[in-house]
């Protein structure tokens, strides 16, 4: 996908923060990152600076200093193309499929499945807010593009000289701006990195030269199926659920001596007679769209019932506000693409719905290469279900499902994984999965980041000693900034810029979120 032809992405650079407190070891000043607010942000450039180690968190986005911080935090995603569930996984998908048919399950929950949110970073809800932007909306309205950034491109392919260019204004409120001839083919990204796998081994079995042999039993099951689908098809609204239904008549087929796959679970035909019924709904963050608005009070009432009951929240802490905040404000710009899921890219909601009701809603982001996890929460009456798993397991084929019509996205992101904190070691389980070394940022394999970390809560993952950064500052005279609403170089900047310098903080700013986003994105400098 291309880097959008909308609006740029805007962001407020904070620096390092002072410690705060970390929802995983307790420790009161521990935790400690760099920030930034992103008061507008393309998906890809989100992309690229999750794969750099960044996170977002409302509109705070913030990447942790790993070598300093108490509990270093990697980036882990699933290969969701390539998932196999464990024992453990289908014991979670069989129980739901019980409940919803027959109602009575055991209602325990299984010390094996971790009754957090999967993707839940303890410490979300507890950045410094105080870093929130003041900037008024208007200094965020480029008006100009300073010819400048231009010329000083130009000077680069003609060798010659010069003077700076006149601003030029913009009569409309879109920015225009030049495009550079030189500007170098950005960074193959991270999600086509070196992380080498073995290949899955052959099982044992039938003799693959001969055509498979058909149970009966297999093809009545297709049958009905297909007649359900069908009747389905007819009566149920919403390209979602459409979508969701085409996806499974394509991997429906049984496959004699294979294990089952998520999608043979979680779209299995239901009895007529199921006591439950269950429906998932993706529905954008926006309080333009009808769906969100008129569920905005229930996920807001779920919200607070699921933070002070898991963990412990003041009603004061977990009001329409700070919901409103932490999981309805987003930086992302929706974003619809030819080659791009039917839903587009942005920010979304996933609600389950039981029975007329909302039990649980994922957060996530649908990005160019990857759907992000972002939070989760849930009733916590239904926690028998173990509906941090389940959601996860729905997430997973959820990315599958959007890979048939984007390609490039076949990855699932689960946030950060803390190997220093015991319970957060449970998204390893997902396989397989990479984690993303710290300083070259290249994925590399769990298996073989595991003994690392074990030896030092802190590794570069990878082991080549002479490997650096390829999406590293090369040149921070390219870095764009929004000064006084104009757009231009910070080489420009620099020259124009009165009172002292902030070059350190550019030159810091830049080195985290790299080249390639240094020139795309625009850094507000008042």
């Not at 969701?80 to 929950?109: E, R």
Request: proline share 6%; glycine share 6%; charged share 25%.
């Amino acid at each position: 996908m291309a880097a959008g032809g909308g609006s740029p992405s805007i962001v407020e650079f904070f620096g390092g923060e002072d410690g705060y407190r970390c929802g995983y070891c307790r420790s009161d000043t521990g935790n400690v990152s760099h920030g930034m607010w992103a008061h507008s942000m393309t998906v890809q450039d989100y992309q690229d600076l999750i794969d750099r180690g960044w996170r977002r968190s409302g509109k705070y986005v913030y990447k942790p200093i790993m070598n300093q911080t108490c509990c270093p935090q990697y980036t882990i995603r699933c290969q969701a193309l390539h998932f196999q569930a464990s024992k453990s996984h289908k014991k979670v998908l069989k129980k739901m499929l019980k409940f919803i048919s027959k109602g009575n399950v055991l209602k325990v929950v299984s010390e094996e499945e971790p009754m957090d949110s999967h993707i839940e970073d303890v410490a979300a809800c507890d950045f410094p807010y105080k870093s929130e932007s003041q900037v008024s909306q208007s200094e965020l309205t480029p008006l100009a593009v300073d010819h400048a950034e231009r010329v000083e491109n130009e000077d680069k392919d003609s060798g010659e000289t010069k003077e700076e260019g006149n601003v030029q204004k913009v009569e409309s409120d879109s920015v225009q701006i030049c495009t550079d001839k030189d500007t170098p083919v950005p960074a193959e990204p991270s999600h086509s990195a070196k992380a080498v796998h073995a290949p899955p081994k052959p099982g044992k079995g039938a003799d693959l030269s001969k055509p498979l042999c058909r149970k009966a039993k297999d093809i009545r099951k297709e049958r009905k199926l297909q007649k359900l689908l069908q009747s389905q098809m007819g009566t149920l609204e919403g390209s979602q659920l459409q979508g969701d239904q085409a996806f499974f008549l394509q991997n429906s087929k049984p496959k004699t001596n294979q294990p089952k796959n998520i999608e043979d679970f979680v779209f299995a035909p239901l009895p007529d007679d199921a006591l439950h019924k269950l429906e998932v709904r993706l529905v954008p963050v926006s309080f333009e769209d009808p769906q969100f608005k008129s569920s905005f009070n229930q996920s807001a009432t779920l919200f607070a019932k699921y933070q002070m009951s898991v963990h412990k929240d003041t009603p004061s802490d977990c009001g329409e506000n700070e919901f409103t905040r932490f999981l309805c404000d987003s930086p992302l710009e929706a974003e619809h693409a030819p080659n791009g899921p039917e839903c587009g890219y942005g920010s979304f909601h996933q609600q389950y719905w039981l029975d007329g009701k909302i039990i649980a809603v994922g957060v996530i982001d649908i990005l160019p290469y990857c759907v992000s996890s972002v939070y989760l929460y849930y009733d916590p009456d239904f926690s028998f279900l173990s509906l941090g798993v389940y959601s996860a397991l729905r997430e997973i084929a959820f990315t599958r499902q959007l890979h048939e019509k984007a390609p490039d996205l076949c990855f699932y992101y689960m946030g950060f994984y803390i190997h220093s904190c015991p319970k957060m070691r449970y998204k390893g389980q997902y396989r397989p999965s990479d984690l993303l070394c710290p300083e070259t940022y290249v994925w590399t394999p769990i298996e073989q980041c595991l003994p690392l970390l074990e030896h030092s809560k802190y590794s570069r993952f990878n082991q080549d000693g002479k490997a650096v950064d390829e999406g590293r500052l090369k040149e921070l005279g390219r870095v764009r900034v929004l000064h006084k609403r104009t757009v231009m170089p910070y080489n420009v900047y620099k020259k124009r810029r009165k009172g002292p310098s902030d070059e350190a903080s550019v030159q810091q700013y830049a080195s985290l979120v790299g080249q390639t986003c240094s020139e795309r994105m625009l850094l507000f400098r008042s």
